[in-house]
């Protein structure tokens, strides 16, 4: 295992505020900032009737596998890194895998999921399939994928690295950085950011419900009220005290 440097832990109110905060929201701010595609692009809830999820990433590495190496052989080892991996998550965390997009073989099954659901893991997230979805439709812990498929790892993936920075979805993600999920999908917040943007997003996820119950009764979006003029604003903050 690659070793990274120690992080300072995260706030536990700021990371409460960031499970009201929808992906789409954070995107925007994301964007603001500069940060054009951080969102996991096709990577989709198995079971999207779970809550979604806020985590510290945990990241492990695919590269092809090697027929004289990866065997059936070679799970009970000792350098297993796939089994070392998810023993070694610690609670809060969220396992993110870089299966190079490629839907080929499985990431994980049910046995690997339910043990990093027992070690405390957040979600299980990989750009490539898992296989056992029947099963993990039924676990409590929210796993994101491209695909199901019954094939093994061992097929088409090698296990190379934990805790390294990888790609997952053409997104890098860092040992570190905070995973947020929801019903549309998973976005990657860069761990030094969190702080600076969550009571912006959350002020945006609220003003956004107000505007969208004058939406709902029929107001027109041109003219003002989305993107909101100052005059929209001020009768959202006047809507907002009256609710207090």
Same mark, same amino acid.
């Given at each position: 295992?690659?070793?990274?440097?120690?992080?300072?832990?995260?706030?536990?109110?700021?990371?409460?505020?960031?499970?009201?905060? =929808?992906?789409?929201?954070?995107?925007?701010?994301?964007?603001?900032?500069?940060?054009?595609?951080?969102?996991?692009?096709?990577?989709?809830?198995?079971?999207?009737?779970?809550? *979604?999820?806020? *985590?510290?990433?945990?990241?492990? @590495?695919?590269?092809?596998?090697?027929?004289?190496?990866?065997?059936?052989? =070679?799970?009970?080892?000792?350098?297993?890194?796939?089994?070392?991996?998810?023993? =070694?998550?610690?609670?809060?965390?969220?396992?993110?895998?870089?299966?190079?997009?490629?839907?080929?073989?499985?990431?994980?099954?049910?046995?690997?999921?339910?043990?990093?659901?027992?070690?405390?893991?957040?979600?299980?997230?990989?750009?490539?399939?898992?296989?056992?979805?029947?099963?993990?439709?039924?676990?409590?812990?929210?796993?994101?994928?491209?695909?199901?498929?019954?094939?093994?790892?061992?097929t088409s993936f090698h296990v190379a690295d934990l805790q390294v920075p990888i790609g997952c979805a053409g997104v890098a993600v860092y040992p570190g950085d905070v995973l947020v999920g929801d019903?549309? *999908?998973?976005?990657?917040?860069? @761990?030094?950011?969190?702080?600076?943007?969550?009571?912006?997003?959350?002020?945006?996820?609220?003003?956004?419900?107000?505007?969208?119950?004058?939406?709902?009764?029929?107001?027109?979006?041109? *003219?003002?009220?989305?993107?909101?003029?100052?005059?929209?604003?001020?009768?959202?903050?006047?809507?907002?005290?009256? @609710?207090?």
């Amino acid at each position: 295992m690659s070793t990274t440097h120690e992080l300072t832990p995260l706030d536990p109110e700021v990371l409460a505020k960031l499970r009201r905060i =929808s992906t789409a929201t954070l995107a925007t701010r994301l964007f603001a900032l500069g940060l054009r595609q951080q969102f996991l692009v096709g990577v989709a809830p198995l079971n999207p009737d779970l809550d *979604g999820f806020v *985590g510290e990433a945990f990241t492990m @590495r695919f590269i092809p596998a090697r027929e004289d190496i990866d065997t059936l052989e =070679s799970l009970p080892g000792e350098d297993n890194l796939q089994w070392l991996g998810v023993e =070694s998550l610690s609670e809060g965390q969220a396992m993110v895998i870089d299966s190079r997009s490629d839907i080929s073989a499985a990431s994980a099954g049910d046995m690997l999921v339910t043990r990093a659901l027992h070690r405390g893991a957040t979600a299980f997230i990989t750009d490539g399939a898992f296989r056992d979805g029947h099963v993990l439709k039924t676990l409590p812990i929210p796993t994101y994928a491209r695909a199901t498929t019954a094939t093994t790892r061992l097929t088409s993936f090698h296990v190379a690295d934990l805790q390294v920075p990888i790609g997952c979805a053409g997104v890098a993600v860092y040992p570190g950085d905070v995973l947020v999920g929801d019903r549309d *999908g998973v976005i990657v917040v860069p @761990r030094h950011l969190v702080a600076g943007i969550v009571d912006e997003a959350l002020e945006q996820e609220e003003l956004e419900a107000y505007l969208h119950t004058r939406v709902h009764e029929g107001e027109a979006l041109l *003219g003002g009220l989305y993107p909101p003029d100052e005059k929209t604003k001020e009768r959202y903050r006047q809507w907002k005290k009256a @609710r207090a």
